[in-house]
């Protein structure tokens, strides 16, 4: 009974962005109370959660299909970072969303494709190798695309970018994978109950940065929206697509779709807020934490019904 309720309550995910976010705009005082080193801890928590997870041996799956978790890296770090680029640019968006678009399309894959990978009947083997390979890339490649991105345009350091990810992703994966080798009894208890706190935090970064910049969201919120939107629109899409000319796997197709075109907002969150002084950088990874959930939700229940 209490497995299918944590269940229930961690599929529902993309419903509890939208009712928490919307609350966030009405009251913001709410949720606003979570920031800061909430936000950072917070993030390792879930980075912690994804590392008991996963075991060594889990990274077999790059060695016995390399072709699929490659394309997949690869499309993740090319083609999402120059979308967010390009459509900051084509949306005419103030310079603080482009930089925050930026930021959060460079970001690796996040957790919640891992479990729109399991509704869709994707591959979610797959689904958790891309997601731990891309975010230990990430450590690299995130601050090395946003500063080459956003250019001169705003003061931006890739060595504070480059400790801050090690920080909320190297070190509580490696944590995580620790406890999960030496201690399987313990992590058998957590296991269970980790998505769902996963989800919870998840939900109070998101309301928490729609709650701060609720005045700015207002007055460019439709503009700022429809970037994101055709942000993980577009990943979804050539996700598939593309990697059609490589694998003609559709189960595979599918899980590189979700695994592009959702991004670790949280990460994207907080590596706005703590390496530049403009709140509004860090609304576009909110925004996106909504979006993709929604979009992946819609995706996993067509793609759940179709044969293969």
Same mark, same amino acid.
């Given at each position: 009974?209490?497995?299918?309720?944590?269940? &229930?309550?961690?599929?529902?995910?993309?419903?509890?962005?939208?009712?928490?976010?919307?609350?966030?705009?009405?009251?913001?005082?709410?949720?606003?109370?979570?920031?800061g080193s909430f936000i950072t801890y917070g993030l390792g928590v879930i980075m912690l959660g994804m590392g008991l997870t996963l075991k060594p041996e889990d990274f077999k799956l790059v060695f016995e299909t390399p072709k699929w978790v490659l394309t997949g890296a690869?499309?993740?770090?090319?083609?999402?970072?120059?979308?967010?680029?390009?459509?900051?640019?084509?949306?005419?968006?103030?310079?603080?969303?482009?930089?925050?678009?930026?930021?959060?399309?460079?970001?690796?894959?996040?957790?919640?494709?891992?479990?729109?990978?399991?509704?869709?009947?994707?591959?979610?083997?797959?689904?958790?190798?891309?997601?731990?390979?891309?975010?230990?890339?990430?450590?690299?490649?995130?601050?090395?695309?946003?500063?080459?991105?956003? *250019?001169?345009?705003?003061?931006?350091?890739?060595?504070?970018? &480059?400790?801050?990810?090690?920080?909320?992703?190297?070190?509580?994966?490696?944590?995580?994978?620790?406890?999960?080798?030496?201690?399987?009894? &313990?992590?058998?208890?957590?296991?269970?109950?980790?998505?769902?706190?996963?989800?919870?935090?998840?939900?109070?970064?998101?309301?928490?940065?729609? *709650?701060?910049?609720?005045?700015?969201?207002?007055?460019? *919120?439709?503009?700022?929206?429809?970037?994101?939107?055709?942000? /993980?629109?577009?990943?979804?899409?050539? *996700?598939?697509?593309?990697?059609?000319?490589?694998?003609?796997?559709?189960?595979?197709?599918?899980?590189?779709?979700?695994?592009?075109?959702?991004?670790?907002?949280?990460?994207?969150?907080?590596?706005?807020?703590?390496?530049?002084?403009?709140?509004?950088?860090?609304?576009?990874?909110?925004?996106?934490?909504?979006? /993709?959930?929604?979009?992946?939700?819609?995706?996993?229940?067509?793609?759940?019904?179709?044969?293969?």
């Open positions: 009974m209490v497995r299918s309720a944590i269940n &229930f309550l961690v599929n529902a995910f993309p419903l509890w962005i939208l009712i928490f976010s919307g609350l966030a705009l009405a009251e913001p005082g709410y949720f606003t109370w979570f920031s690869l499309l993740q770090f090319s083609v999402m970072p120059f979308l967010g680029w390009f459509l900051g640019y084509l949306f005419n968006l103030p310079l603080p969303y482009t930089v925050g678009l930026i930021i959060v399309a460079s970001c690796p894959g996040g957790t919640a494709s891992n479990v729109i990978s399991y509704l869709a009947k994707a591959n979610v083997a797959l689904s958790v190798t891309m997601t731990a390979v891309s975010t230990l890339a990430a450590i690299i490649l995130t601050p090395l695309l946003t500063t080459f991105l956003i *250019g001169d345009k705003i003061e931006v350091s890739t060595y504070q970018l &480059f400790l801050g990810t090690v920080k909320v992703v190297l070190l509580p994966i490696v944590l995580g994978v620790s406890i999960n080798r030496y201690l399987p009894k &313990f992590t058998a208890k957590l296991l269970p109950v980790a998505p769902l706190v996963a989800v919870i935090t998840i939900v109070l970064i998101v309301a928490s940065i729609i *709650g701060q910049g609720r005045d700015e969201l207002f007055q460019s *919120g439709l503009k700022l929206a429809g970037a994101v939107l055709t942000l /993980h629109l577009s990943g979804f899409l050539l *996700g598939y697509l593309l990697s059609r000319f490589v694998v003609k796997n559709k189960q595979v197709n599918r899980t590189i779709s979700i695994e592009v075109g959702m991004q670790n907002s949280g990460l994207g969150a907080y590596l706005a807020r703590a390496n530049f002084v403009n709140p509004a950088i860090a609304i576009p990874s909110a925004i996106s934490s909504a979006t /993709h959930s929604l979009i992946g939700s819609i995706a996993a229940g067509i793609w759940r019904n179709e044969k293969n």
